[in-house]
C-alpha cells in the first residue's frame, strides 16, 4: 500500500500565478479531504468529498480556491489566482466509508506564493 | 465535535512511557477519541481510538476514563523517533452520509530526549 500520494511535494511561484496541488487516494477510499496548514491557524479542513462528490466546501477560503475529483484515484486543488497569504503545506487524506475509519495523510504540499 | 484540552509541551526520557492526557469534559456519547502525531515535515499519522473501553494496538495504548470526560494516550517505550506533536481529537460518528471531517486543535508537543 502506497499511502496517499501528493504531487509536487514542493511548489514556488510567482503573485498572480495558477497552481495545481494533485492527490492520488488509497485505492479502495470513498473520502478524501483537502487540509491546509499554517503556523497562525493549525490544521485546516478546507473540502472533502464522498465518492468523487463534494460534500462540504465550507472551508474553502474564497473563489480562488477550486477542488475536483474527477475518478476515484485523483483530485486536484487549484488555486487562480495564486497570493503569498496562500503559502502552506497543503494535504490531502483518504479514509473508507465505514463510520469511524480514520483519515490517512499524505505527506502534503508546501505551498510557496512570492 | 467537543473541544479537547492538552498541554502544550512534554519531555519524557528515551525508554520511560510517554503519558499524554487530554480533556475532553463536554465529550457526547456518540463520540470517539482519536489520537494522530505528526513528525516535523509530515502528514498527520492515525495512531489509535476508542470510543468507551481502553484500547491497544501496535503503536500505542489508549485509556479512557469511566465517565469519557478525559483520555491518556501511552507509548510504552519512547523513542528518539516518537518526537512529534500529539493531537487528542473527539469526532461524532453518526450514520452514513454524516460529517465526517476531523477537526485539529493545537495538539502536544512530545519531546523525547536522549
Known amino acids: 500500500d502506497a499511502g496517499v500520494i501528493q504531487s509536487p511535494r514542493h511548489e514556488v511561484t510567482e503573485m498572480g500565478q495558477e497552481v495545481t496541488l494533485r492527490c492520488k487516494p488509497i485505492?479502495?477510499?470513498?473520502?478524501l479531504f483537502w487540509y491546509r496548514q499554517t503556523m497562525m491557524r493549525g490544521l485546516e479542513l478546507l473540502i472533502y468529498?464522498?465518492?468523487?462528490?463534494?460534500?462540504?466546501d465550507s472551508g474553502m477560503p474564497e473563489d480562488r480556491f477550486s477542488a475536483k475529483m474527477p475518478n476515484a484515484s485523483f483530485s486536484t486543488l487549484k488555486i487562480q489566482p495564486s497570493e503569498p497569504r496562500d503559502s502552506a503545506v497543503y494535504f490531502c487524506?483518504?479514509?473508507?466509508?465505514?463510520?469511524?475509519?480514520?483519515?490517512?495523510f499524505g505527506n502534503g504540499t508546501r505551498l510557496t506564493v512570492t | 465535535d467537543a473541544k479537547t484540552t492538552q498541554p502544550t509541551s512534554m519531555d519524557c526520557a528515551e525508554g520511560r512511557a510517554a503519558n499524554l492526557p487530554c480533556n475532553h469534559s463536554?465529550?457526547?456519547?456518540?463520540?470517539?477519541v482519536y489520537w494522530y502525531r505528526q513528525i516535523h515535515s509530515q502528514g498527520p499519522q492515525y495512531i489509535i481510538h476508542?470510543?468507551?473501553n481502553n484500547e491497544t494496538n501496535e503503536m500505542a495504548s489508549l485509556i479512557i476514563t469511566e465517565d469519557r470526560k478525559s483520555s491518556t494516550l501511552i507509548l510504552p517505550h519512547a523513542t528518539l523517533r516518537d518526537t512529534a506533536v500529539y493531537y487528542c481529537?473527539?469526532?461524532?460518528?453518526?450514520?452514513?452520509?454524516?460529517?465526517?471531517?476531523?477537526?485539529f486543535g493545537s495538539g502536544t508537543q512530545l519531546t523525547v530526549l536522549p
Open positions: 476508542g470510543l468507551k
Open positions: 463536554t465529550i457526547s456519547g456518540n463520540e470517539y
Open positions: 487524506a483518504s479514509s473508507l466509508s465505514s463510520r469511524i475509519s480514520p483519515l490517512h
Open positions: 485505492s479502495g477510499h470513498d473520502y
Open positions: 468529498f464522498n465518492n468523487n462528490v463534494p460534500i462540504d
Open positions: 481529537i473527539v469526532r461524532v460518528v453518526r450514520e452514513s452520509g454524516s460529517a465526517r471531517q476531523l477537526t
